[in-house]
């Protein structure tokens, strides 16, 4: 048993130790306006030769007794354990956690009693609820192992149908279907040894005033995609010059790939029509990583455009689980009666990309009621949108009565809607959906995990993840700026997590030319004062070169967002807030030319207003191209 001196010594040291953490409040309001940190924080008892810093730009400083203690550097594109930035992937290790900071390497001296960090983090702490600030931790690890697409196929994982793991709940249970995936996405098939090597997921999802070719009749169409000798074909919807397919095709593409082409055709006997072409530039998704509802106007014809939906999967992504998606479709309402004898007999098609789904028929109804439930795996390939068609049954063709679809990434977010949908494409019509999301499963592996041996853990411990070796930690402080991290909390390398997608973020819109030539003005969504982020797309052999002045607001991560001109309600493109990967998402100003531009911001997905800002540019905007 301890003596009595010896727990009230132990009680001093720990209510010292909280002031301390209650003290940073304090210390933060006073790093972030002078830039250093005040000597009336510093404890002369714990801290006599005390080293203080901050480098404000960088968004690094800590408090050491030993002025040797901190050797530390930020991460700038450089390789790490947690994310390829080329690439834009993240370790396994991370599970469903999302980076929401640069990422810290420091030394492994412990010369002195206590170390301290002070570190920038994204988030725009004022819009979280309490969950969110208590859901955010520090993942970390001591490893001299980096993540990247070349080695991560090296991993030992041959011991991994012998281990269990432990579920957030405490029991134990197989993780072998989650290791076999992760073998398969390591180790891969022939796509991973190609770089630029991936998947798109394209869904055309309707045609609008496609051309009338013949004399008698409307056309009927549909609709080809190809690349290379891969080749994915619509149905064809009768006698209609807007038909709606929501029709989606997966294709393998590798580093040299272009174009996808897209064309119409008009179903007839014999030789089918030719109703007109486009491409899609499988650059441009790259770089986007995914489009929603975007408009191609068809070529070689009088008239028409179709309306798709893509994004792009880098390889190492192909196999993933996003989780499982489950959608009840309950039933509808005043259904627009197609037969002028009877009512309808309607029944639904759900389809999630390549996956069809189709309900019971309600005889002579036109307010059904299902309660048609679908249940499936969610991929990283799977599309944003699902798509609900109800039809007439009936002798022959069925005929469409409308359509609707729903966005995932809504589902996702609050993972669970009800919701009523109007039907489009018909006069009138409603339907009643319920829609749920679980995230893929995190599993608990052991803290001793290294990247050649993987061991069975026998108790439930804190969430930590599965690979390589991940511990997550609290900070003991998140400001609306900094955070503050203990140092013997954490391993050698370290970031601020959350496992909460789309959380909001601090960013800046940076207006960029290039640096000869009348170009247009580029415009790049970067982390809010993340030095680093500017100087690599200053330095990334673009040729670009910072024409103005940064206008920080607050976005949604992941969630892309539309620019338009105020004045003209002019589309600028679209950005991509975001933590890691590529910086190379950018609008588009074709007029720059103005001291000053007023620009909208809005969802993507939703059309719904983000905010207003105005950038402000160099007076010799023309010179300093």
């Known amino acids: ?143 001299e192992e980096v993540l990247s697409s070349e080695n991560i196929k090296e991993v030992d994982l041959t011991q991994s149908r012998e281990i269990k793991t432990v579920s957030s709940s405490g029991k134990k249970k197989s993780s072998i279907k989650l290791l076999d995936q992760m073998q398969t996405m390591l180790r891969g098939d022939s796509l991973r040894e190609i770089k630029g090597g991936g998947v798109i997921s394209i869904t055309v999802h309707k045609a609008r005033n496609i051309e009338k070719k013949g004399l008698v009749g409307k056309a009927d169409p549909y609709v080809v995609m190809q690349l290379g000798d891969q080749k994915r074909k619509s149905g064809t919807v009768s006698n209609n010059h807007n038909p709606v397919w929501h029709f989606t095709g997966l294709f393998n593409v590798y580093e040299n790939d272009k174009n996808i082409s897209f064309t119409v055709f008009d179903e007839d006997i014999g030789k089918d029509d030719f109703l007109g072409e486009t491409n899609l530039d499988i650059e441009e998704l790259r770089r986007s990583g995914e489009i929603s509802n975007k408009v191609l106007n068809l070529e070689k014809c009088k008239s028409g455009s179709l309306t798709i939906s893509a994004k792009f999967v880098p390889a190492e992504l192909v196999k993933r689980s996003r989780g499982k998606l489950s959608l009840i479709l309950h039933s509808a309402k005043k259904l627009e009666k197609k037969n002028k004898l009877k009512k309808a007999d309607p029944y639904a098609v759900i389809k999630v990309g390549e996956e069809k789904f189709k309900s019971t028929t309600i005889n002579n109804n036109n307010s059904p009621v ?101 511990k997550l930690t609290k900070p003991l402080y998140i400001g609306d700026e900094f955070a503050v991290v203990d140092r013997d909390s954490v391993g050698d390398w370290f970031v601020i997590v959350s496992p909460n997608p789309s959380q909001p973020i601090n960013v800046s819109i940076v207006p960029y ?113």
């Open 1 to 143: 048993m301890k003596s009595k001196a010896t727990h009230e010594l132990i009680l001093q040291k720990e209510e010292k130790h909280q002031k301390m953490i209650g003290d940073w409040k304090a210390l933060l309001s006073e790093v972030t306006a002078k830039g250093d940190i005040p000597e009336s924080f510093i404890d002369k008892e714990n801290f006599p030769q005390a080293l203080k810093s901050l480098d404000k730009e960088m968004g690094f400083g800590h408090i050491s007794s030993d002025p040797d203690e901190v050797q530390a550097k930020i991460v700038l594109q450089g390789k790490n354990p947690f994310v390829d930035n080329n690439n834009g992937v993240l370790s396994p290790g991370l599970g469903k956690f999302l980076p929401y900071s640069q990422i810290y390497n420091v030394n492994s001296k412990r010369k002195s009693d206590k170390t301290y960090f002070i570190v920038r983090h994204y988030l725009d702490t004022k819009s979280l609820t309490e969950k969110e600030l208590n859901d955010i931790h520090v993942a970390s690890c001591h490893t």
């Open 513 to 625: 030319k290039k640096y000869s030539g009348d170009s247009p003005v580029f415009l790049y969504c970067l982390p809010a004062g993340s030095f680093h982020s500017i100087r690599r797309v200053i330095h990334s052999g673009r040729g670009l070169r910072k024409c103005g002045f940064e206008t920080r607001c607050v976005l949604r991560a992941g969630e892309k967002c539309e620019l338009y001109l105020k004045d003209t309600t002019e589309e600028c493109g679209e950005i991509l807030p975001y933590t890691y990967g590529p910086d190379n998402h950018s609008a588009l100003l074709k007029k720059g030319q103005q001291d000053f531009i007023d620009l909208i911001i809005k969802d993507s997905a939703t059309g719904q207003l983000e905010t207003e800002l105005t950038l402000s540019f160099y007076q010799d905007l023309v010179d300093a191209a």
């Open 370 to 470: 299902w309660e048609f439930k679908v249940e499936l795996e969610y991929m990283e390939t799977s599309p944003r949108q699902v798509s609900i068609e109800v039809f007439d049954d009936d002798i022959g063709k069925d005929a469409p009565i409308g359509n609707v679809t729903v966005d995932i990434t809504e589902v996702m977010k609050t993972q669970k809607i009800e919701e009523s949908y109007k039907l489009e494409n018909c006069k009138t019509g409603d339907i009643m959906i319920s829609a749920f999301f679980d995230p893929a499963d995190q599993t608990i592996v052991s803290e001793e995990i290294v990247v050649t041996k993987v061991t069975e853990t026998k108790t439930s411990i804190a969430p930590v993840n599965t690979f390589p070796g991940v």
